[in-house]
């Protein structure tokens, strides 16, 4: 039977696989970097600027060093983003004369429902691909649910099947 066997993921082999040839690559380009560095003279790289014609050399003097400060750097954050966008403000029209919350059966029914849906995904191009079966290798998902549902299918009828068959055994010798 198929259902206790773990099925082949097709992405997961072909990153094996891609793994194996970059850890290849590498291995390949540190051999050549060995034999550049034999074969390179010890007197250092030869670099040309195409900034300047052929005879003329480079000769800026160089940057001074930055200075070092104490003080720490920081970045612009946008804190717009990091908000969290489900839970709307309070607002002194959601308490009561007491200062009680108000009940607010429409958020409850959101809240409910959000409880169900699933979180939104964080690439949804994969998903339509995956919907879609674009991904080689990969049956669609909707063959993939219907096969799924069969299964449930044909599980709860031998379910049924099975009590059905205790309750009229037990019919028999009880009555």
């Keep these: 039977m198929g259902w206790l066997k773990k099925k082949p993921d097709p992405i997961s082999d072909r990153a094996r696989a891609l793994n194996d040839k970059i850890a290849a690559l590498e291995a390949q380009i540190k051999q050549l970097d060995g ?36 003080e720490p750097i920081f970045e612009e954050v946008d804190h717009n983003r990091l908000q969290d966008r489900t839970e709307p403000a309070s607002t002194p029209e959601h308490y009561n004369e007491l200062g009680v919350r108000k009940y607010d059966f429409a958020a409850f029914l959101r809240r409910i429902k959000n409880q ?9 191009k994969l998903v339509n691909y995956l919907a879609a079966g674009s991904i080689q290798g990969l049956r669609p998902m909707r063959y ?24 009229a055994m037990f019919a028999r010798h009880h009555g």
């Design 144 to 167: 993939e649910k219907r096969v799924a549902r069969k299964r449930l299918l044909v599980l709860c009828t031998l379910l049924f099947l099975v009590l059905a068959g205790i309750i």
């Design 116 to 124: 169900f849906s699933g979180p939104s995904t964080a690439n949804p």
């Design 35 to 70: 034999k550049a560095a034999e074969s390179k003279p010890a007197a250092g790289p030869r670099l040309r600027s195409t900034a300047l014609p052929h005879g003329a050399a480079a000769s800026a003097p160089p940057a001074p060093p930055a200075p070092k400060t104490s």
